[in-house]
């Protein structure tokens, strides 16, 4: 447990690989068993520490959703008739204690990386940062990102979250949900929303309120690659040093890799790895090195699969750097 190149949690197993929709719809259930796969092939999966998820209570879903929704969700649960929004988010059997083991999980990684058990942690179907607080959206019934930053603050009284995400959609759901929160640090590069769901971050959209001029949306034209990724990550870096922040939460969607067949961005996955390789770094150097992963959006199996394990990879790597005394005696 000790040794540092063990220090990575991997949430994963069949309570959040469950999450999905069937029938040809881009966000299938086999999207869990095309990561875990390619950990395998590379020999990662022994690498890395392993938990499954556990259900969020439905307290900590109402730190973020009405109870009403949390209702409807459970309802449509039984049945799995119907959508649960205007048609992206089909209802499925079971799509309530998916969804809840999704949130579960993601707390999971966080609550072992407060406890100290882990110092980095990845969760492959987390990241669900469209779900509004009283409806699913885009893909995404509950909202595993909100309900993290309230634990953080609940649990564990911290104060400053950062929430970056990469996805090739903007994080609404985290966005409006915390648009007044200037102590919610936002960064989102994603598809310029002219072009692409859900239409919106702006890069006029700042914040609100007390938090206006706080947050930091860059938007991206069509077509963009890596090294129009690497101008706007120099600018996520340097709010990110300059708002200091206790923990940093990832979304590392892969749908902005080229090959995605529903977005429009052209990364190649050394962009999720530089990204999960510098937010360690910065959180080092913040003095913490907190840092969960969620692997939202990506709907080419081959490039979620390499962009995850990237990200996954980069946590153990900077993990061996931590723990090699050349390194630290470097510094
Ligand atoms: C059922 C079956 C639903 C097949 C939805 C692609 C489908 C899409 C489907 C789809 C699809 C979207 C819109 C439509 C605006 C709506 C996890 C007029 C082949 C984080 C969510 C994208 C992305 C929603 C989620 C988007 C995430 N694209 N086939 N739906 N309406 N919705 O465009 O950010 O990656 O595509
Ligand atoms: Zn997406």
């Known amino acids: 447990m000790n040794d540092p190149t063990c220090r990575v949690l991997l949430v994963s197993g069949d309570e959040i690989a469950r999450y999905g929709f069937g029938d040809g719809h881009p966000f ?3 999207r869990h068993e095309a990561f875990m796969r390619e950990l395998h092939k590379r020999g990662m999966d022994g690498r890395v520490l392993r938990a499954s998820a556990r259900p969020a209570t439905r ?23 119907g959508y649960l929004d205007a048609g992206d988010t089909p209802a499925f059997r079971g799509v309530y204690e998916a969804a809840s083991h999704v949130v579960g999980g993601t707390l999971t990684a966080v609550e072992a ?4 058990t882990a110092r980095r942690a990845f969760i492959p179907i987390g990241g669900l940062h469209h779900a509004a607080p009283e409806r699913a959206a885009g893909f995404c019934v509950f ?6 930053v309230h634990y953080l603050r609940r649990k564990h009284q911290l104060k400053r979250i950062a929430y970056v995400d990469i996805d090739a959609h903007h994080g609404d759901g985290v966005f409006y949900a915390f648009e007044d929160d200037p102590d919610l640090l936002f960064a989102d590069l994603h598809e310029d929303g002219r072009y692409l769901y859900p239409g919106t971050g702006r890069a006029e959209e700042t914040g609100a309120g007390p938090a206006r001029g706080t947050k930091l949306n860059i938007p991206l034209a069509p077509g963009a690659e890596d090294d129009e990724f690497h101008l706007a990550w120099a600018r996520v870096e340097e709010y990110l040093l300059a708002g200091k922040p206790e923990f940093i939460l990832l979304q590392c969607g892969a749908d902005s890799l080229a090959g995605d067949p529903i977005t429009h961005l052209r990364f190649t996955e050394a962009a999720h ?5 510098r937010l360690c770094v910065i959180a080092d150097e913040l003095g913490h090195g907190r840092v969960v992963g969620m692997g939202g959006g990506g709907y080419n199996r081959q490039n979620l699969a390499r962009a995850w394990t990237g990200v996954v990879g980069a946590f153990l790597d900077s993990q061996a750097q931590q723990g090699s005394v050349g390194e630290i005696a470097a510094r």
Do not use: I, K, P
Not at 113 to 116: E, K, L, S, T
Not at 273 to 277: F, G, K, N, Q, S
């Open 143 to 148: 909202n595993d990102c909100g309900v993290a």
């Open 28 to 30: 299938g259930t086999d």
């Open 273 to 277: 790895a530089h990204a999960a390789a």
């Open 113 to 116: 990386v407060m406890a100290g």
């Open 59 to 81: 307290e900590e879903l109402e730190w973020f959703h009405l109870a009403a929704y949390v209702d409807l969700v459970r309802e449509r649960s039984v049945t799995g008739h």
